[in-house]
């Protein structure tokens, strides 16, 4: 199982608190279950908040990339992160966010990004199709659909991507739909979209900030969020925080048992065996 296939799944069961290592130098705390996994994404490489957020409570990190040739060391800052982070949280993964229909990326391209410690990258559905058919090994490919919900053919459309091993899960863009305000038809326009191909599934928001959107989240049954970084590392902590409570609250309500449904017998009328005699 890849890196990122292991922090989906981690985010639903939770982490134990302990000590990391042979030694148990350094100190875990525990991490509730939630009811999808968190990752914060930044519009550059800055170590120092990554790392933050990672301890304030993150399951991954995403940073936008424009698809041009990254020299030695930005790969080398990549690795040193990827590591950095993974102290922290063995389960963590980083991933990079294609900004860009770039026509430069070749297999080797995501060889590159593998070794150097990003464990998956998500792509605009106007990227090369090329991309499609690298299939490697540990490294995991998402593919963006935009939204089109005036179109009842679409799911049926995107049923083709199935055709490529290479596709890990599907990126969503939720930041225009209102959670709070969630309809049915909405929710099912969203899993249509995703029982077409049955993977795992990230949607893209600007927050999280209420009790209602926290349920019309999980009325869409996504498997991992991804909300932007604040201003500094504090604020971002913060907005982990915060994130972290509803979807933790969320994920204990779907787990509760519900108790049996009590209906009323229906009344049985006795035989003419039981019948007393007059």
Not at 77 to 91: V, W
Not at 222 to 251: D, G, M, S, Y
């Amino acid at each position: 199982m890849s890196k990122f296939s292991d922090m989906l799944s981690q985010a639903r069961r939770g982490q134990s608190g302990g000590a990391i290592g042979f030694f148990g130098g350094k100190s875990r705390p525990a991490i509730k279950p939630r009811a999808a996994a968190l990752l914060i994404e930044f519009p550059a490489v800055d170590a120092g908040q990554a790392e933050a957020a990672i301890k304030a409570g993150a399951n991954g990190l995403l940073f936008h990339w424009s698809g041009s040739a990254l020299d030695s060391a930005s790969l080398a800052t990549l690795k040193q992160l990827s590591e950095t982070i993974q102290s922290q949280d063995e389960n963590a993964a980083l991933g990079l966010h294609l900004r860009a229909s770039s026509n430069n990326l070749e297999r080797k391209t995501l060889e590159d990004l593998k070794e150097h410690g990003v464990h998956f990258l998500i792509v605009p559905p106007q990227a090369p199709a090329r991309l499609l058919t690298f299939h490697v090994k540990d490294f995991d490919l998402v593919v963006t659909l935009p939204w089109r919900n005036t179109d009842p053919l679409y799911p049926l459309v995107i049923r083709n991507l199935g055709a490529f091993e290479a596709v890990s899960a599907l990126h969503l863009d939720g930041s225009e739909l209102g959670l709070e305000q969630l309809s049915i038809e909405e929710a099912l326009g969203y899993r249509a979209l995703r029982e077409a191909l049955r993977l795992p599934a990230l949607l893209s928001l600007p927050s999280l900030r209420s009790e209602a959107a926290a349920y019309g989240l999980l009325a869409l049954g996504v498997q991992a969020v991804i909300v932007p970084a604040a201003e500094n590392a504090a604020a971002t902590a913060q907005r982990i925080q915060e994130l972290r409570q509803w979807l933790e609250k969320v994920h204990q309500q779907e787990e509760k048992e519900l108790p049996p449904p009590t209906l009323p017998q229906p009344q049985i009328a006795p035989s003419f065996e039981e019948e007393e005699e007059p």
